[in-house]
C-alpha cells in the first residue's frame, strides 16, 4: 500500500483524467477508452508502478468504465428511438467472440507488445477521424453472412485490444454501409456494452504481479480508478454535450485527432525503447 500523500495524487490525477474524458465523449463523441488507456499509463507509470503487465490493467480499467458509461448512453439513445437493435442482435454474438478471444490475447502478451498496438491502431482512428467523410461508403446496408461473420469479431477483439468500446470501430463501420451517422453513434454504444461485459468478466481472473499493481487492484481491474472515473465523466460528460450545442465541434475533432495521433505515436515510441 502506498503512503497516504502518494495515494492522495494518485486520486487527484484520476479525477482529473475522469472530468475530461467526460467532458471529451460528451462534446466530441469519443469514447473514454481512447482517452482513459494512456492517461492511467501514463500516470500509473509515473507513480512507480510498471512492469510487464501495466497495459493490462490500463485496458482493464478502461473497459470496466466503459460499462456504466455505455449503459447509462444506450440507455438515453433507446428513449430517441435511435438504436438499431436488430444490427445489436445479428451482430452481438460474433463481437462477443471477438471480445472473449481479445481477452485471451492481452493476457498473453506484454505490456509493450500491447503499447505497439495500441500506437498502430490509435493512428488509424485518429487519421480516420481528422480526414474521415460523412459521405464516404463501402455499401448501403450493413454486411451480411460471411462478412458479418469476419468483421464482427474483428470488432470486439480490436477493441478490447485497445481497452475501447464500440464507437471507434463501430461508428466508422456503420456509417460507412449507410446508417445514419446518429443511429450509428446509438448502436455503438451497444457494442460498447456487448464488449465490455464480458471481457472484464474474464480480466478479474487475470493475475497480476502484487509488487507492480496499483491498489484497490482486483485481477486486471483497478476498482480505485474505476470509481473515480466513473464519478467524473457522470459529472462532467453533460458539460461536454452543452458545449456541443452552443459551439461547431468538428474543428475540436480535427484537433483531438491529431492530439491522438500524438498520442499514438508516444506510445509507439517507448514500445520501440525510444
Not at 507513480?47 to 501495466?54: C, E, I, M, T
Request: contains cysteine; glycine residues 14%.
Amino acid at each position: 500500500m502506498p503512503d497516504f500523500g502518494t495515494l492522495m495524487l494518485l486520486c487527484a490525477i484520476l479525477a482529473a483524467i475522469g472530468a475530461i474524458a467526460g467532458v471529451l465523449a460528451g462534446l466530441l463523441g469519443v469514447g473514454g477508452g481512447i482517452v482513459l488507456v494512456p492517461a492511467f499509463f501514463y500516470t500509473f507509470q509515473t507513480l512507480g508502478y510498471g512492469g510487464d503487465q501495466l497495459m493490462q490493467i490500463c485496458l482493464a480499467t478502461s473497459l470496466a468504465t466503459i460499462i456504466v458509461t455505455s449503459l447509462r448512453s444506450v440507455s438515453s439513445h433507446h428513449k430517441k428511438g435511435a438504436v438499431e437493435w436488430e444490427i445489436l442482435r445479428r451482430w452481438g454474438p460474433g463481437i462477443v467472440v471477438g471480445a472473449a478471444i481479445g481477452v485471451v490475447a492481452v493476457s498473453a502478451l506484454q505490456s509493450s507488445s500491447l503499447q505497439l498496438l495500441f500506437g498502430v491502431l490509435g493512428l488509424l482512428i485518429g487519421t480516420y477521424m481528422g480526414l474521415g467523410r460523412s459521405e464516404w461508403r463501402l455499401g448501403d446496408e450493413m454486411p451480411q453472412g460471411i462478412k458479418r461473420a469476419t468483421l464482427s469479431p474483428m470488432v470486439g477483439f480490436l477493441s478490447v485490444l485497445m481497452g475501447i468500446g464500440g464507437g471507434s470501430f463501430g461508428v466508422p463501420l456503420m456509417s460507412l454501409h449507410g446508417v445514419a451517422i446518429h443511429r450509428a453513434v446509438a448502436t455503438a454504444a451497444g457494442f460498447g456494452v456487448i464488449i465490455a461485459v464480458p471481457s472484464v468478466i474474464g480480466f478479474l481472473f487475470v493475475a497480476i504481479d502484487p509488487a507492480v499493481r496499483p491498489p484497490f487492484t482486483v485481477g486486471a481491474v483497478n476498482l480505485g480508478a474505476f470509481a473515480i472515473v466513473v464519478a467524473m465523466t457522470t459529472l462532467t460528460a453533460p458539460i461536454g454535450v452543452r458545449l456541443a450545442h452552443s459551439m461547431n465541434p468538428k474543428p475540436l475533432k480535427r484537433i483531438f485527432a491529431v492530439f491522438l495521433i500524438f498520442v499514438a505515436l508516444n506510445m509507439l515510441r517507448k514500445a520501440l525503447g525510444y
